[in-house]
């Protein structure tokens, strides 16, 4: 029964550690991890929009140096939805 | 299953180093399969130590004495729920439970990133697997949990050490080292950030959820060992400073500082060297726990020098912060802040100010912690330092810091004016004035520190208060929605940000908590006969009768003898009756005789306790066996005789010694002798698990992940508007 265990264990083992090596050359997974990685930055540039505003309405930015960073972060949000469409 | 178990964990410890070797390579090539394939040897270390633990965990549950270690730990008459986690009770359960969770983490940390950080996830595979290794080498070479009894396997086992036998210590050590390995995660990814230089803010966003987690389980591990200090330990207290308290209170500490800073260097890219050395130091400081818990060093200097796990966890220790000097050393050019500091009067001063202080307390904690060890090298003699050398520094600092945490969320960013500073504290400092003359009025003023937290908790929760208002009449001005769903809206749109304000609204309640109970706790040890009464704290306890008991498991073995006593509290006219006791655990000593090994073994606390919003009254009891030791002695000296002429059969012999027993259990009731009580009446200590439970509230709320369809939209109606704005320009 042990050795029955054990080798059971190595053969998922082995066949989970060597599965990458029999479907190589998937472009299509390289392309969709800078999408991804794209996404997430537009998610937390929304954020940081979102943590600005309010900090305005709740008082902990002034309205022009809000209204600059306000800018600022847009400016960025654009920038990655250019490259978003770019890869799109 | 003793084979099988330590294939599993040799296939692990190999797993690991083809996992480092097969990360390295792909990293270095660019050959994505390679990467992939470390990636997945992760995930393969994780499914054989689970099979692994699995196997022990049957033992455990199944009594099979053919494991030494669950002779060791556990026995048919342990109630299954403590055979079960029995496991992580001993030394090499533990360890496998610690790589169990690491490598469970690592595989949810890799998955989730497998399309994203490609440059800086092959190097944190390789740290993580790195750990692993380490720990799985230990498993395998110095502390296998598949070891064969020696000798013939016996009927029963030791069994689970008493003190173990209540239900938050069983649930504390997977808190902990869930906390503990959560933090390798963003270790992890920070030495490999470092290593591929790619230092912008991309992996603590991703490691920001496992940050909060490991935050989230060490916090709730030290205050369930802080509740089980205080309900089952018999001196009344819930924090003693010890060794291993304060080796879980450091990293949670350098953590919490970690959380807030990164914040700063998300909005302003600033404090990226600190950013960095905090998550370095956080990780190290895991590690050293782990160390603190496991080999003993600090209850006994000569412990560390037998112990086997010495040596080695000081070589990864070293490795650890030598590599990570190293590589914020050589990357000063990458990691200088993309801004400066606009004003002292500002949020990112205050974070940065909260940084320092929490980073002094750690400081603190860590010097009083090891300066035992540091005495001794240096003197020869090892001196210890006591809780009052901790309160010195850890009581101002700790004002200090619920002072910024108040301040923190009121101010402004970058800088403050008068206008923003006249708008956002006149409320809440007028709150922290009412505190301060309603405490006066009763009766604080003889404890300023106590004052002084009080005030500042009013000021915290008022300024948190505020707050919600404010956001409350934001969101209900864009939405036009009902209170009850503005608040809804508000926190399920911005989790961090009001998850982050209720914890520091539970902090301040626990200190409050902290306070009241340590400054105006009465506590007195008295010696009662029956009949007899103290007061304590404006109460009468008066010690009604003794109790006692011989208990047996269902299978007819002789598990304890219990000596309490019934105890009537009065105020003010109104009575309750409280139940303390003393439970004596037989020794497993071979010189010991068949009666006194009862009195000479382990020995766990029962303790009484009216606990109330207002004040805890609390005993315990010391019961004298003092006067039971001639019938002791004389019953060992019987049942010797008997042994030595052989005259009684086995069966025969256990009945008699349970007799024997009895008759000195009923001895104790039928002639009390008196007995010591610690009597302690406590104000707000329940303010303190309130508090803890709101923190881990707060806690949860910045968790949880928002929902995808509240994102989807979300994200489409601000990709529309940032789509607008785009076309005009700055």
């Not at chain 1, 309010?54 to 022009?64: A, C, I, N, Q, Y």
């Not at chain 2, 000097?325 to 100010?353: G, Q």
């Amino acid at each position: 029964m042990d050795i029955v265990v054990i080798v059971v264990v190595l053969v998922v083992v082995v066949l989970l550690v060597v599965a990458p090596f029999r479907r190589r050359g998937r472009a299509e997974v390289e392309e969709s991890a800078e999408l991804a990685e794209l996404e997430a930055a537009r998610h937390a540039k929304y954020r940081e929009i979102r943590d600005a505003e309010l900090d305005h309405r709740t008082g902990k930015l002034s309205e022009p140096d809000w209204r600059a960073l306000d800018r600022t972060l847009r400016a960025e949000a654009v920038e990655i939805l250019r490259r978003l469409d770019e890869l799109e | 299953m003793l084979v099988a178990g330590q294939g599993c964990l040799i296939l692990a410890l190999g797993v690991c180093f083809y996992g480092i070797g097969a990360s390295l390579y792909g990293a270095r090539t660019g050959r994505r399969e390679w990467v992939a394939s470390g990636r997945r040897a992760v995930y393969a270390l994780a499914g054989a130590t689970a099979v692994a633990f699995v196997i022990l965990e049957a033992a455990f549950l199944r009594s099979d004495f053919s494991f030494a270690v669950v002779t060791s730990h556990s026995s048919t008459t342990t109630p299954a729920f403590y055979r079960a986690t029995a496991v992580w009770s001993s030394q090499e359960g533990s360890l496998l439970l610690w790589l169990l969770l690491l490598s469970l983490w690592s595989s949810l940390i890799l998955f989730a990133t497998r399309r994203r950080l490609r440059e800086i996830a092959p190097y944190a595979t390789a740290v993580l697997l790195g750990l692993g290794a380490f720990f799985a080498a230990l498993l395998v070479f110095l502390e296998s949990p598949f070891d064969h009894t020696i000798g013939p396997v016996p009927a029963e086992g030791v069994g689970l050490n008493p003190l173990l036998r209540h239900p938050s210590m069983m649930i504390h050590p997977p808190m902990l080292y869930s906390g503990y390995t959560l933090f390798a995660v963003p270790f992890a990814f920070a030495v490999g950030a470092l290593v591929a230089r790619r230092l912008n803010a991309d992996w603590i966003r991703s490691t920001r959820p496992f940050t909060l987690g490991a935050w989230f389980f060490l916090g709730v591990g030290i205050v369930l060992g802080a509740r089980w200090s205080y309900s089952e330990l018999g001196w009344g207290g819930y924090w003693a400073w010890d060794p291993v308290e304060n080796a879980s209170l450091m990293p949670w500490l350098t953590g919490t500082a970690f959380l807030h800073s990164v914040m700063i260097q998300e909005k302003r890219g600033m404090l990226k060297v600190w950013n960095v050395s905090l998550v370095l130091a956080t990780g190290v400081l895991a590690i050293l726990g782990t160390f603190l818990v496991r080999s003993g060093i600090l209850d006994s200097i000569h412990a560390f020098g037998a112990s086997t796990l010495g040596v080695p966890f000081l070589g990864l220790i070293a490795v650890m912060i030598a590599g990570s000097i190293f590589l914020v050393a050589s990357r000063a050019a990458e990691l200088r802040s993309a801004h400066r500091l606009d004003s002292l009067l500002s949020r990112e001063a205050i974070f940065l100010l909260n940084n320092l202080v929490l980073v002094l307390l750690c400081l603190a904690i860590w010097w009083g912690t090891f300066f035992p060890l540091i005495s001794e090298a240096f003197t020869g003699h090892r001196a210890s330092i006591g809780p009052p050398w901790f309160d010195r520094f850890t009581v101002p600092l700790t004002l200090m810091l619920v002072l910024l945490s108040g301040i923190g969320p009121l101010i402004a960013w970058r800088r403050a004016t008068a206008a923003n500073l006249r708008r956002n504290f006149v409320a809440p400092i007028a709150l922290a004035g009412a505190v301060l003359v309603v405490a006066l009025l009763l009766g604080a003023g003889e404890h300023p520190d106590a004052l002084i937290m009080f005030a500042l908790a009013g000021f915290v929760v008022g300024g948190m208060g505020q707050e919600l208002v404010r956001g409350v009449r934001a969101r209900r001005v864009m939405a036009r929605e009902p209170v009850p769903l503005a608040v809804a809206s508000l926190v399920r749109r911005n989790r961090h940000r009001y998850g982050g304000y209720l914890v520091h609204v539970g902090m301040a309640v626990l200190f409050v908590g902290v306070a009241a109970s340590s400054s105006f706790a009465d506590e007195r040890d008295v010696e009662l006969t029956p009949g007899a009464s103290a007061r304590v704290g404006g109460y009468d306890v008066e010690y009604v009768r003794p109790t006692s008991e011989l208990v047996a498991a269902p299978n007819g073995r002789l598990e304890r003898i219990d000596f309490g006593a019934v105890l009537r509290v009065t105020r003010d006219g109104r009575s309750s009756t409280m139940v303390t006791e003393r439970s004596f655990f037989p020794s497993a000593g071979p010189m010991l005789g068949p009666v006194s090994r009862f009195f000479e073994g382990e020995a766990t606390s029962e303790v009484a306790l009216d606990a109330g919003l207002r004040r805890d009254v609390w005993a315990s009891v010391a019961p004298d066996t003092r006067r039971l030791e001639p019938r002791v002695k004389e019953g060992d000296k019987v049942f010797a005789e008997a042994d030595d002429a052989g005259a009684l059969p086995a069966r025969e012999r256990d009945l008699l010694l349970a007799e024997a027993l009895r008759g000195l259990v009923r001895s104790y009731t039928d002639a009390p002798p008196p007995a010591t009580f610690r009597l302690l009446v406590s104000p707000m200590v329940t303010w303190i698990w309130i508090g803890a439970i709101v923190v881990f509230l707060g806690g949860l709320i910045a968790l949880w992940p928002s929902p995808r369809t509240v994102g989807r939209r979300v994200s489409a109606a601000y990709a529309a508007r940032v789509g607008r704005e785009a076309r005009v320009p700055a």
